[in-house]
């Protein structure tokens, strides 16, 4: 369901209709795609709709913005706050959230970007399944275009000029017909796909790249990372060789949009003998009860839309 121009945004601390949220054809962050974003989901539970890690992404969002020296003049508090008023106003649909901080204009277009106003915009869509399909697993592609290395930006930050290569990438998977595409880094090691962390298991261990490969420090990988562990799994994190992969027994990916999603073949090469294969349907279900807070070690994680907004303070 795509957004209509009556659909709530929060901009700039208002809640307007997303017909009134201008955007300057002057702005810094349209030219140059300086600015950074966050992807949330809002789930189903018990206790009314809830948005899960909600504080963790909007650290990292705020820690982007620092990054990229955007000058985002709200606490981490009323930007929690602000996340909850949106879904509340769009409605039940409002399952996935997208915040956005970029830089405004001042009249210029040089690269200095000298006094240039930062604004902030949270808004949602319906989103539904990520990857959608009657097949049982993801079908993925080995770019041939190189996940950027952190020589050249940082990769922990969410910076939207940094997804130009993931959407490259991704277009060159879905012209060979595939869902998604596998990114290899400069030395020719698995990164990640366009949107998602990756996961294989081999021999019994759980092994995902480190953050020296060239990914995001996903917040979906962290969460799987520790349910892993906690049901028992080793859980590595190394380089993994694009030979490797394919003969894995079982891969699978993450992230805020695709949840947990497991891969079926890599560059036509079915991989493993069952998808999902036995690991990730356990973590594949175990994740899903916990987004859903129905799992009690991990109610911290699920954040009420309709609790009760926590005291406003300016940073």
Not at 26 to 32: E, I, K, Q, S
Not at 218 to 239: H, K, M, N, Q
Request: proline share 4%; aromatic share 6%; with cysteine.
């Amino acid at each position: 369901m795509k957004m209509n121009k009556h659909d709530k945004v929060w901009f700039d601390g208002r809640l307007i209709d997303l017909g009134d949220a201008c955007v300057s054809p002057l702005a810094y962050g349209l030219h140059y795609g300086w600015g950074v974003y966050e992807g949330l989901r809002a789930y189903d539970t018990k206790k009314g709709r809830a948005v899960f890690r909600l504080r963790d992404h909007m650290v990292r969002f705020l820690d982007s913005a620092r990054f990229m020296q955007l000058d985002v003049q709200y606490s981490l508090d009323e930007l929690c706050d602000a996340v909850k008023e949106v879904c509340r106003a769009n409605g039940s649909q409002a399952d996935y959230i997208r915040p956005l901080a970029y830089y405004g204009e001042n009249g210029e277009l040089g690269l200095g970007a000298v006094n240039v106003p930062t604004h902030v915009l949270i808004m949602t869509i319906h989103m539904g399944a990520y990857i959608r399909g009657g097949a049982p697993g993801a079908s993925l592609i080995t770019s041939s275009w190189e996940r950027p290395s952190n020589l050249a930006t940082s990769l922990t930050a969410k910076v939207c000029g940094n997804y130009v290569s993931s959407i490259i990438a991704k277009r060159e998977a879905m012209r060979q017909g595939a869902d998604e595409a596998l990114m290899l880094n400069h030395n020719g090691s698995v990164a990640e796909a366009s949107a998602e962390n990756v996961f294989m298991v081999r021999h019994g261990q759980l092994i995902t790249p480190g953050l020296s490969e060239g990914i995001l420090e996903g917040i979906t990988r962290d969460t799987v990372i520790e349910l892993a562990r906690e049901l028992g799994y080793e859980v590595v994190e190394r380089s993994i060789t694009r030979g490797e992969i394919v003969i894995a027994d079982e891969v699978f990916m993450t992230g805020t949009a695709v949840e947990l999603h497991p891969v079926r073949s890599i560059d036509g090469i079915p991989i493993g003998k069952d998808v999902p294969g036995p690991i990730t349907a356990e973590l594949r279900e175990l994740y899903g009860k916990v987004v859903r807070g129905e799992v009690e070690d991990h109610l911290d994680w699920v954040d009420p839309i309709d609790q009760k907004p926590a005291r406003r303070r300016k940073k």
